[in-house]
């Protein structure tokens, strides 16, 4: 049956059966026997309208027995007061569109301009090609969408005009997972799962690295961004000692494989067509590109140097947090 033609001109949905066999089925069903016929069924509106919903829509019947359709809304967001968020923000299509140095200053700039127009604590930072990790604690945890929209917003349009190009930046909703504040257990696991991401992902072969935090915590200096996380202030009476703990800390993490992707519905004709594609261009990586993506223009806006108070932020960041030739993990690999 036509949803939408039902929806506008509602009709009783009438059955007929050849026996009793069939009435029955049918009256198990939801049908009704007519008394005048008791081999004639009729399925009522209601029942009709509660078989014609989908997963994302719903029928409602107003007082004048009217029919409206509305569109069912996303879950809300678990927001308890007090707790500490781990954020997770990707780029759209998982492209890699900040791989480049320049577009992640803009993104410190982004969040150094964020904590001048909102109340919260950056604990801790890691920008990676294709997504950031954030571990942010509101002082208002209900002002945490209006906090993300606006980063989401903000830095979405400088990047944009950044890089020429136009339409979504980030990928969906970010994710948010609540840590209550008496978990320290958790917020170090957190945190010390944010910070080893470069090394997860082959980036690094420790846990320095220009665009993350983990030298605010390990060198114990100030990046002009992060705040201490207050379980890593609970690991030693100094601050020299909490340091010393929480290194020793992330020197025990074993960094998990991602599960094998299996075959989508698809995939195999995919992975045959990009074959084809790749035969028939050879094997030249200029002439490489994915199957439906349109090459860019050629007259792309070259990428300005940033103001000088925001090269600032970025270099006081990268600095306080970028490997050096006399740490541990350097002399090491060494």
Sequence with gaps: MDRERFIADPQPLLMDTKDETAAQFYEHHGFHRLQDSPRSLDLPLVAQMRRSQTSHSKVEVGADHSYCERTMPRPKRQLPQGHSFHITLRCNSRQFLIAKRIRRDVLLVVLE?????????????????????????????????????????????????????????????????????????????????????PKAAGVRKGFYDPYSNYGHYSRLESDGISDWHPAFLQLAPTLTGCSKGYINFCKKYRCKSKPIKTRQWGSKLIALLKGTATRAQGTSKRHRHCIGQQSLPLNLPTLQQLPERWHQIAQQFRYCNAPRWNDDECLNSS
């Design 113 to 197: 301009k964020a904590k001048q127009n909102h109340s919260f604590r950056l604990y801790g930072i890691c920008l990676m090609a294709n997504h950031i990790h954030l571990l942010i604690k509101p002082d208002d945890a209900s002002q945490l969408p209006k906090l993300m929209h606006w980063v989401g917003w903000y830095a979405s349009m400088l990047l944009n005009r950044l890089t020429g190009r136009c339409g979504h930046f980030w990928e969906a909703r970010y994710y948010a997972t609540p840590i209550a504040p008496e978990d320290h257990q958790r917020a170090l696991n957190t945190l010390r799962y944010i910070h080893a991401n």
